[in-house]
């Protein structure tokens, strides 16, 4: 059966580190720890490529997140990978999905797909459609 978890996380944390800057992009790495509220609780650590072109409004970025904590009250952790892509055009774009088989505890089988929406003032929102 799927279920639907939504809610909010804050960014604790963010590192970044740029390895490539040459004209037209700059390539950079960040470590980003975040704390989930809603229907997923815990907190994550998250490894990010980033791409930031020479237009403000456009770039994308690609990563791996490790999320601990209870999902609709189950307890374990499981892995998310990211796809995002941003540009004055088309917007944002904000895709994760579950790992498969990267789950522990009751979240072992988790398996499922979702989004972030960032408002206007920088908050950030997702939805994970899920199986368990």
């Known amino acids: 059966m799927t279920e639907n978890a939504k809610g909010t996380f804050t960014i604790e944390g963010w ?5 490539d800057d040459a004209e037209g992009a700059t390539l950079a790495r ?3 720890s975040k704390t989930f509220t809603g229907d997923l609780v815990g907190t994550s650590r998250t490894r990010i490529l980033m791409c930031v ?6 770039a994308a ?15 374990g952790t499981f892995v998310l ?5 941003a540009d004055a055009a088309d917007g944002q774009t904000l895709y994760w999905a579950i790992v498969p088989d ?22 950030h929102a997702y939805t994970l ?3 368990l």
């Open 102 to 123: 990267s789950g522990t505890g009751d979240l072992r089988t988790i398996r499922g797909t979702g989004q972030i929406v960032v408002d206007a003032g920088g908050g």
């Open 61 to 75: 970025y690609v990563g791996f997140e490790r999320f601990s904590g209870t999902v609709g009250g189950r307890a």
């Open 30 to 32: 960040a470590t980003v």
């Open 129 to 131: 459609e899920y199986t």
């Open 15 to 19: 590192d970044q580190e740029t390895f």
């Open 81 to 85: 990978h990211h796809s995002a892509t």
């Open 53 to 58: 072109t020479q237009v403000d409004s456009s």
